[in-house]
């Protein structure tokens, strides 16, 4: 159980476009999904919390506005880098916590992350 | 402020036994996380501690200490499939894990 699908895994695009990615849970409901961004050799990086049916929150540094980000039902997060230029090649990893009380409220369920090539 | 630290590197022999340490200074504490992460993937749930003492899953076990502030991972008959990143993670009141930047373990035959 406890399954976070994400897609595509990778992707290449030319700059100036928009990429959008898809995280899943797949067996779960999950009441918040957290995006993050994983550079080489580099310890993840927490951009953004999203809560299914409102806001996200984004953390600070994290331009709003270029990495939009929907939380339309409890099972499905979109991330869209807009406008993605070269700096924004990264891995993208979304992880997924269950709606539920105690370990499972706390556990973050990772999806498999995607990686994002802008040329 | 916020603030975890482990160990960058560490390396260790195959069949051997290695212990991963994690201190951390958090406002509020709401459980610790172990994570791994394998070179070019996401991490992984590895255990999740809450009160004082060790838990046993396996050949991976995890203690921890809240009076000092204090975790370990300890990882027995290490094989060559362990060579990843393993990442402690703490959950303040908030939803929002604290996140080490993770510990580098190098298996050799």
């Known amino acids: 159980g406890a399954v976070v699908s994400q897609h595509p895994s990778w992707v290449i695009c030319k700059s100036g476009t928009s990429v959008k990615i898809e995280c899943r849970s797949l067996d779960f409901q999950a009441t918040t999904m957290f995006w993050y961004r994983q550079f080489p050799k580099q310890s993840l990086m927490l951009m953004a919390t999203?809560?299914?049916?409102?806001?996200?929150?984004?953390e600070q540094g994290v331009e709003k506005d270029k990495f939009l980000i929907n939380h339309a039902s409890l099972t499905l997060s979109t991330l869209t880098v807009t406008s993605a230029h070269p700096e924004d090649s990264s891995f993208y990893i979304c992880?997924?916590?269950?709606?539920?009380?105690?370990?499972?409220?706390?556990?973050?369920?990772f999806g498999p992350g995607t990686r994002l090539l802008v040329l | 402020g916020q603030n975890i630290d482990q160990p960058t590197e560490m390396t260790a022999t195959e069949g051997a036994i290695v212990q991963i340490n994690c201190t951390y200074q958090t406002s509020g504490f709401n459980g610790l996380f172990w994570y791994q992460q394998h070179a070019g993937e996401a991490p992984t749930f590895l255990s999740y501690?809450?009160l004082d003492g060790l838990e046993e899953k396996g050949r991976f076990s995890s203690f921890l200490s809240r009076s000092k502030g204090y975790s370990y991972l300890l990882l027995k008959e290490l094989q060559m499939k362990d060579s990843a990143s393993y990442l402690c993670a703490v959950a303040p009141p908030s939803y929002q894990l604290i996140w080490g930047a993770g510990t580098k373990l190098i298996i050799k035959p």
């Open positions: 999203s809560n299914e049916g409102s806001k996200a929150t984004y």
């Open positions: 992880s997924a916590r269950l709606a539920g009380l105690g370990i499972e409220q706390e556990t973050q369920y």
């Open positions: 501690n809450v």
